[in-house]
Structures are given as C-alpha cells and as structure tokens.
C-alpha cells in the first residue's frame, strides 16, 4: 500500500443518532441536563470528602477518586456527542478520535480498579475490623488510587499505540456517537486481528479479574455478615457497603449488556443505546446512589446546608 493511501484519511465523519428529526432538540436538551446534574453530583461528592471531617475515611478517598473518574468518563464522551446530535452528525480528527479512545478506555478501566479497591477496604473493614486501620494505612490508600489511575492509563494505551499504527484508507464514517474500539477497528484496511487479541487479553487484568476479585470479596463478606447475631449490626454491616454493591451492579451489568449485543450481532442503533448505559447512566447512577443510600453522605450534605443558612 502505498503512502498516500497511509495518510489518506484524516478524520472521521460520526453519525450519532440517525433519525431523530424533530426530536433532535429534545434529546439535546434531555443529554444536556443529563450532563450537567452528573458534574454537579460528582463535584459535590468530591466536595464533600475534601472538607468534611466525617467522610475523611478510606472509603470516601476511593469514592472521590470515582467520581473524579466518572468526571472524565462523561467529558470525553458527552460534550461530542451534545454536537453531533445537534449538527446530526460531525467530524472528528484522527488525533482527537484516538485521545477520546484513551482517556475512554482509561477511565473504564481506571473506575474498574478502583471500585475493586473499595471491595478489598470493605472487606477488611467487615471481615478484619481489628487490623482495618493498621492494614489500610494512609500509604496503602495512597498506594491503591494511584495504581487504579496509573494502570488504566498503561494498559489502554499499548493497544491505543497499536490502533496509531493501523491504516486507515477510507471510507472514514463511524455509526456511533463517540470513537470506540470496534467502529474504528472495522475501518482499517491494515490486518487488526493481532490488535482485537491483544484488547480481549487486556481485558482480563483490566475488567475480568477485578470483577472475580470483587464477587470473592462480597461473598466472604456476606457470609461474615451472616455470622453476626444482632439484626442492628447485620443491618449496620450491609449498610456500609450496600452503596458500593449498588455501584458494581449497574457497572458491570452495563458493561455485560454491551458485550452481550456485540457478541450476538444486534445492530449499531441497539449498541448505541446500550452504551448510553455505560456513557451516560452509569457516571449519573454513582453519586445519585451514594447520596441516597450513604448516612455520611446525606448527614455532610444536610450540615453544608445549616452551615449556608447560619
């Protein structure tokens, strides 16, 4: 192939959500407010474990670390996609397609290591409540945020340096709403086989492990919580991690009905809207559920408020 053919293509024409017409601005206005009440939670969480003395507790580290990934999460993808839907459609640079699969691909994988770091601090707070604080230290807090962020960012971006190298030589239109992985891959005229390998294979380390560790976690940590005689502490003990439980079942269910679709052949429209799941509901679902089912959270809340009015 020759070198023209190499650089022929640079950008690609994303065709959002076809068909909307007349409720292309409804929809616009529907994501939009999507958007800004997920900032709005996300940032108030962060808030909240940065200035309350309640919430300065491993958990809220790892959950203000969430958020924060949710934050990324939704702004590599929503803000596009507000304009693709109001323009019915759009371009997008190569070297901008291939930043929104990084930051994409990291932020799953970055929220995956750390709600994974959450099930292993909720398990020794249930399990071994006796070494809890000696075991999770300031150092291992800091040490366990840093390699969720640092290993997500890694393990996308070998595959993201091998999709760099592909040829691209038209055509360039992506059916969907942001630039991932299969849409892309589908337009290359270079052999991606090597490339679709590697990406099940870094899957493992990045959901599929994390995802085993946090099932074996929950199921010591239901049959210790079992163990306790009282109704109080059995309610007490499930209440600190029903939170987090209700996070990793919209995660990865999520992530489980994408791979379910891809795996059966539904069409794009189908993949699309699933993937509103993950893009969208997944970084509004996280903060609306620690707001509602946490006591910490709501009584931080509730005391911000008294401090305004005083």
């Given at each position: 192939m020759n070198k023209e053919n190499v650089t022929m293509v640079t950008?690609?024409?994303?065709?959002?959500?076809?068909?909307?017409?007349?409720?292309?601005?409804?929809?616009?206005?529907?994501?939009?407010?999507?958007?800004i009440v997920?900032?709005?939670?996300?940032?108030?969480?962060?808030?909240?474990?940065?200035?309350?003395?309640?919430?300065?507790?491993?958990?809220?580290?790892?959950?203000?670390?969430?958020?924060?990934?949710?934050?990324?999460?939704?702004?590599?993808?929503?803000?596009?996609?507000l304009y693709i839907i109001w323009e019915e459609g759009g371009t997008i640079s190569f070297a901008a397609c291939i930043t929104q699969l990084e930051l994409f691909g990291a932020s799953i994988g970055t929220e995956s290591l750390l709600l994974t770091a959450m099930s292993y601090d909720r398990y020794l707070a249930i399990c071994n409540p006796l070494r809890y604080t000696v075991?999770?230290?300031l150092?291992?807090?800091?040490?366990?945020?840093?390699?969720?962020?640092?290993?997500?960012f890694m393990i996308i971006l070998s595959l993201v340096i091998l999709i760099c190298q592909l040829q691209f030589c038209g055509p360039n239109v992506i059916?969907?709403?942001?630039?991932?992985?299969?849409?892309?891959?589908?337009l290359s005229?270079?052999?991606?086989?090597?490339?679709?390998?590697?990406?099940?294979?870094?899957?493992?380390?990045?959901?599929?492990?994390?995802?085993?560790?946090?099932?074996?976690?929950?199921?010591?940590?239901?049959?210790?919580?079992?163990?306790?005689?009282?109704?109080?502490?059995?309610?007490?003990?499930y209440s600190t991690c029903s939170a987090h439980l209700a996070v990793v079942c919209a995660y990865?269910?999520?992530?489980?009905?994408?791979?379910?679709?891809?795996?059966?052949?539904?069409?794009?429209?189908?993949?699309?809207f699933l993937s509103l799941l993950n893009t969208v509901g997944t970084p509004l679902f996280n903060p609306i559920i620690y707001s509602l089912r946490n006591q910490d959270i709501?009584?931080?809340?509730?005391?911000?408020?008294?401090?305004?009015q005083h």
């Open positions: 950008e690609f024409h994303l065709l959002g959500f076809r068909g909307l017409h007349s409720f292309r601005v409804v929809f616009f206005y529907f994501f939009l407010l999507i958007y997920t900032l709005t939670g996300n940032l108030l969480i962060i808030l909240l474990v940065s200035t309350s003395h309640q919430l300065h507790s491993p958990m809220y580290l790892f959950l203000s670390h969430l958020s924060l990934s949710d934050i990324l999460f939704t702004t590599t993808i929503v803000p596009n996609m075991i999770m230290d150092r291992l807090q800091y040490q366990l945020v840093i390699w969720s962020w640092l290993l997500g059916d969907h709403y942001f630039c991932d992985f299969s849409p892309i891959l589908d005229c270079s052999d991606t086989s090597i490339i679709k390998i590697e990406q099940s294979v870094l899957s493992i380390p990045c959901i599929l492990l994390p995802f085993v560790f946090i099932v074996v976690t929950y199921f010591y940590i239901f049959h210790t919580i079992l163990k306790i005689s009282s109704t109080t502490g059995r309610q007490k003990a990865y269910g999520s992530l489980i009905a994408i791979y379910m679709a891809a795996t059966r052949g539904h069409t794009f429209n189908a993949n699309k709501k009584e931080s809340i509730v005391n911000i408020v008294r401090r305004k």
